[in-house]
Nanobody
Framework: QVRLVESGGGLVQAGDSLRLSCAAS????????MAWFRQAPGKERDFVAT????????DYADSVKGRFTISRGNTKNTVYLQMNSLKPEDTAVYYCAAAATLNSGSYYLRQYNYNYWGQGTQVTVSS
């Protein structure tokens, strides 16, 4: 069982930056790929960014490439999403997700790969 707790959301203006954090706690030691997804009002939840357990491999949605950066903390149980040049269309609830994996270099783009989810943190970008 993995518990994920997101933090760092808030209300900002277009062009500002925010850093989201996701703290993971697990009862057993395992390798987890991590990701951020987001859900805007009235829309489906979409992929934003993912990172492998090793931290060496990442991938991003086209809409955030060059603006968002996903990273892991030194202990690997914290994942960050640095969001720069925010736009009103980035407004959404952001969810952290974890997927158990045997391959430290793997990451996943699909929601169905992820076993564990956080409760979400609201990001609102005003124009």
């Amino acid at each position: 069982q993995v518990r994920l707790v997101e933090s760092g959301g808030g209300l900002v203006q277009a062009g500002d930056s925010l850093r989201l954090s996701c703290a993971a706690s697990a009862r057993t030691y395992s390798s987890y790929a991590m990701a951020w997804f987001r859900q805007a009002p009235g829309k489906e939840r979409d992929f934003v960014a993912t990172i492998s357990w090793s931290g060496d491999s990442t991938d991003y949605a086209d809409s955030v490439k060059g603006r968002f950066t996903i990273s892991r903390g030194n202990t690997k149980n914290t994942v960050y999403l640095q969001m720069n040049s925010l736009k009103p269309e980035d407004t959404a609830v952001y969810y952290c997700a974890a997927a158990a994996t045997l391959n430290s270099g793997s990451y996943y783009l699909r929601q169905y790969n992820y076993n564990y989810w956080g409760q979400g943190t609201q990001v609102t970008v005003s124009s």
